[in-house]
């Protein structure tokens, strides 16, 4: 590629940045329903997955009946009465035993922690579309989550790393489900996230929409519950996306913040999860505000 073509290419990506983040006020909800994502590639996840097994001390349960899609569920049995539950989004376009494990402190900690596999990953039906119709899965997930007998569905709190983190954002924005969420190192931009990466781009890459509906930077005053954007202090990509979408939303009133953790992609988990769960556990004592409007209907990939 030569030089004049990469600045090109540098500045279309500018120009569709700047679209986003002019386009901050506008509602999530509102534009998912109102477009339709064109695949031109109907394909599974880009990353290869394992056969699922059941992790030990868990259980499998199917959450999405059309297409067999399957999550696993643990944490402590209910004693007396319903618990708080984590709907915890794994990193990466495929699940692995580790991102199991990553989810450990929140089931030591009390929650129930149910862990979906999404449409095309690992097997599944389904196509690969990149945070799109992967988000109908997240709020099925969450359904099924808020339904089980032991948890108390006005304390479903929402988590996910990397990949998992982004759809954590979008989800948030989704749906009045969930009492906090938190993304541990999650890309609010798409543009950005996906350059040099054509294998992940599904759809027509010269739709600037497509991008923008990916992108929860775009949507920054969508978000209808508590959240916290984490990210290690050496992702350098995530910074500003990360707090730009804080700012806009905080200023609407949001209780919206990005932080910085020390360390990079991995390495921030641990102290991320730790400040997850703090945040959640602030939660536990108050009453759920009045939602601000009707909910809508419905490996490790480093950035």
Known sequence: MSHFTHSLRCLAVLLACSSAARAGDSDYSR?????????VREQPSPQKGEPLETPAGASRVEYDKERH???FLGGNSPKGGRQPAVLFLHGGFAYSPEDWMMAEPYRTAGF???????????????????????VDDVLAAARALSSLPGVDPKRVFIAGHSVGGTLTLLAAMATDTF???TSLSGSPDQFGFTQGRPFLVPFDPADQREFLIRSPQAFATSFQCPVRIFYGSEEKGFAASSQDTAQRAAAKGADVKALAIPGNH??????????????????MGKAAPAP??????????AP
């Open 179 to 181: 009492r906090a969420a």
């Open 112 to 134: 129930i922690t149910m862990m979906p596999i999404l449409r095309g990953e690992n097997g599944q039906a389904g196509h690969f579309t990149l945070f799109y119709d992967e």
């Open 266 to 283: 991995f390495s921030a988990v641990p102290e991320e999860i730790r400040q997850s769960i703090a945040f959640f556990q602030g939660f």
């Open 69 to 71: 899609l399957v999550a």
């Open 292 to 301: 601000a409007r009707k909910p809508a209907t419905p490996s490790r990939a």
């Open 31 to 39: 534009a998912r329903q109102s477009f339709r994502s064109h695949l």
